[in-house]
């Protein structure tokens, strides 16, 4: 059933809206991180982190320690970073290593994803 003319300019506002805040956008642009590291600054004023690394779309975060509030520290950062690079993030957390660090290396502490402004994958 379609609904009412009425509310297709709402419908329509929307879902611009929507896309707008999700930095819907085509996938041919080169990455450029220069927004994404300067959001992304915070994480090296942190006692537990122990150095930030960045590839594309992939943010790599080494702690000295597993901190008790890895969760929330992982999913800000994959949060802050969807605003700032607008396409999909995901965010590794690794413990100790070196930067360079890249998935089959090691071990993972947790790992966060945001594609559009959605959730993917939490830390838990």
Same mark, same amino acid.
């Given at each position: 059933?379609?609904?009412?003319?009425?509310?297709?300019?709402? %419908?329509?506002?929307?879902?611009?809206?929507? %896309?707008?805040?999700a930095?819907?956008?085509?996938?041919?642009?080169?990455?450029?991180?220069?927004?994404?590291?300067?959001?992304?600054?915070?994480?090296?004023?942190?006692?537990?982190?122990?150095?930030?690394?960045?590839?594309?779309?992939?943010?790599?975060?080494?702690? %000295?320690?597993?901190?008790?509030?890895?969760?929330?520290?992982?999913?800000?950062?994959a949060?802050?970073? %969807?605003?700032?690079?607008?396409?999909?993030?995901?965010?590794?957390a690794?413990?100790?290593?070196?930067?360079?660090?890249?998935?089959?290396?090691?071990?993972?502490?947790?790992?966060?994803?945001?594609?559009?402004?959605?959730?993917?994958?939490?830390?838990?």
């Amino acid at each position: 059933m379609i609904s009412s003319p009425s509310r297709w300019p709402l %419908a329509a506002s929307l879902l611009a809206a929507v %896309a707008i805040g999700a930095g819907c956008g085509g996938g041919s642009e080169p990455v450029d991180n220069t927004a994404l590291r300067e959001r992304m600054q915070y994480l090296n004023d942190m006692v537990q982190v122990s150095w930030v690394d960045f590839e594309g779309g992939d943010v790599y975060v080494g702690f %000295a320690e597993r901190p008790l509030d890895l969760p929330i520290i992982v999913n800000t950062a994959a949060a802050a970073a %969807a605003k700032a690079h607008g396409k999909k993030i995901h965010i590794y957390a690794v413990q100790g290593g070196q930067p360079g660090w890249r998935p089959g290396d090691g071990p993972v502490l947790c790992e966060a994803s945001v594609r559009m402004g959605m959730p993917g994958k939490l830390c838990m």
